[in-house]
């Protein structure tokens, strides 16, 4: 079931009044029940992929507590069989079309067959989420969870199931256990976080992808400042998709009592690609730094192990996103930007200080900030292509045809300037609607900027009903008015 959908409009409130009208006894055979229907509405009997993964590791976690001495085999029994499953659904015929592609370059006479299956709703999601509980169980740092119910829960709850957060069984299981009263202040934040969500979703990333489909979808039609404005669009576009997600899942999750951890954290005002992956899917971002980057050495080891182990976490990362090649390469490029960070790092304060930069913070900060978003913004471009031959195409367009466009801008009016990047394409975008992105991008900056600087969400409910109300309204009709409602709109991530 996706959020921007009319089921949703209807299943939300029902579950929630069923949550706080139910005794507590009750609530977690509701919310699984709820769970089960809401992952259900994808493809049904994917459901039953979802529950052997649950069984194995509901049973892994109680005899690694039971039988410590058995504990490391049962947690890679356990974690074997959740990324083989991952694996066979996900990346089997990425590795069959590889295999054949060798086999027929060295001519050998072998082939594999593909095999027609479609990749679960949010398993990539799960199956980590699953793996964090058994691991956690070993390590000592969280009790077997006895009830099959509420761990079926941990696995399955509907806000955060097929995209995240992926949470950490301290966190959540516990809140399982708790008797949630009714909290109008929960009630009201959780209500304006999914409002904003919504805005996010609907309002920008739905429209922005009305202009970056096409480009991406059949990149060899366009060249240029399209391709260029098209890469900057995805870079939005994939933000305010996957925090609009986040930020519904927490606020439905919070809601009915629970809270989900953080995901975003305004990633494009980062100074350094290391600070954007502690603001950019920080729960993914932190899984990885937990059980694998701190355990291969992190940055304690020589220069040599540490930027391996970079490599090794950014690589995994990137396959992790998808079974193809321009993910891998996306990783690949993080890697290579962390390294280069760290190895420049000096230079690059020495340059500073010579030229006066650290005369102007502010200057030097917004800099920063737009070479770092540039940088993101490259590697999104591997992150769309559908294949690396495209990718790199679209790199060389934004590099070669640039400078001609802007001769363009110096010789004619803007007018004839925006002409090509909004009239050659399948949907015929209007300046109307460029507005609107405009205006809808300086919404969300503004408002990011106000909640960081003054703490927005916490101040706007100490002021007067004259103030709030208008705000809360104001983004209603945006939605309503501005927001792009079509069945097929489906949140990027879900593919992953």
Request: glycine fraction near 6%; hydrophobic fraction near 50%.
């Amino acid at each position: 079931m996706l959020f921007n959908s009319i089921e949703f409009l209807i299943f939300f409130p029902i579950v929630t009044l069923l949550y706080f009208i139910l005794p507590h006894k009750f609530r977690w055979a509701m919310l699984l029940m709820a769970s089960c229907i809401f992952y259900m509405y994808f493809i049904p009997k994917y459901i039953l992929i979802l529950f052997l993964t649950i069984i194995i590791d509901y049973v892994a976690g109680i005899y690694i507590e039971k039988y410590p001495t058995y504990g490391k085999k049962l947690l890679v029994l356990s974690i074997v069989s959740n990324v083989g499953i991952l694996m066979f659904f996900k990346y089997f015929n990425f590795f069959a079309t590889n295999i054949n592609e060798l086999a027929d370059k060295l001519n050998w006479n072998y082939s594999m067959d593909l095999l027609a299956i479609i990749l679960p709703i949010g398993l990539s999601f799960h199956t980590f989420q699953a793996m964090s509980y058994t691991i956690e169980v070993y390590r000592g740092n969280q009790k077997a969870e006895k009830h099959f119910g509420i761990y079926a829960l941990y696995v399955m709850y509907y806000p955060q199931l097929v995209a995240g957060p992926i949470e950490r069984p301290q966190n959540v299981l516990k809140q399982f256990h708790e008797k949630h009263k009714f909290n109008y202040e929960m009630f009201r934040h959780g209500l304006l976080l999914m409002l904003w969500g919504f805005f996010k979703k609907l309002v920008i990333a739905d429209r922005l992808a009305y202009y970056v489909n096409p480009v991406f979808d059949q990149s060899g039609e366009y060249e240029g400042i399209s391709i260029l404005m098209a890469a900057v669009f995805f870079s939005f576009q994939i933000f305010c998709d996957f925090s609009g997600y986040s930020d519904i899942a927490i606020g439905a999750s919070e809601i009915m009592g629970s809270r989900l951890m953080k995901n975003f954290d305004r990633p494009y005002s980062a100074r350094s690609i290391a600070e954007f992956w502690t603001r950019w899917h920080i729960s993914l971002s932190t899984w990885f730094k937990d059980y694998l980057y701190i355990p291969l050495g992190g940055n304690r080891v020589s220069k040599i192990k540490w930027y391996r182990n970079l490599v090794i976490v950014f690589l995994i990362s990137g396959f992790w996103h998808g079974a193809s090649w321009t993910f891998i390469v996306w990783g690949g490029l993080h890697a290579c930007y962390q390294i280069i960070g760290i190895v420049t790092k000096k230079w690059r304060e020495v340059i500073s200080i010579k030229i006066g930069l650290t005369h102007f913070p502010l200057v030097h900060k917004f800099m920063q900030i737009i070479i770092v978003f540039l940088l993101v913004t490259i590697a999104w471009v591997f992150f769309r292509a559908n294949t690396l031959e495209k990718g790199v195409y679209m790199l060389k367009e934004c590099v070669v045809a640039v400078p001609q466009y802007f001769n363009q801008i110096t010789s004619n009016d803007t007018f004839d300037f925006m002409r090509p990047l909004f009239f050659n394409m399948e949907y015929k975008m209007v300046y109307v609607d460029f507005l609107i992105i405009l205006l809808s991008l300086g919404i969300l900056q503004g408002g990011q900027y106000l909640n960081f600087k003054y703490k927005l969400k916490t101040k706007l409910y100490t002021l007067p009903m004259a103030i709030r109300w208008p705000v809360y309204f104001t983004l209603i009709f945006s939605i309503l008015f501005f927001g792009m409602f079509h069945s097929d709109a489906e949140f990027i991530y879900f593919q992953f």
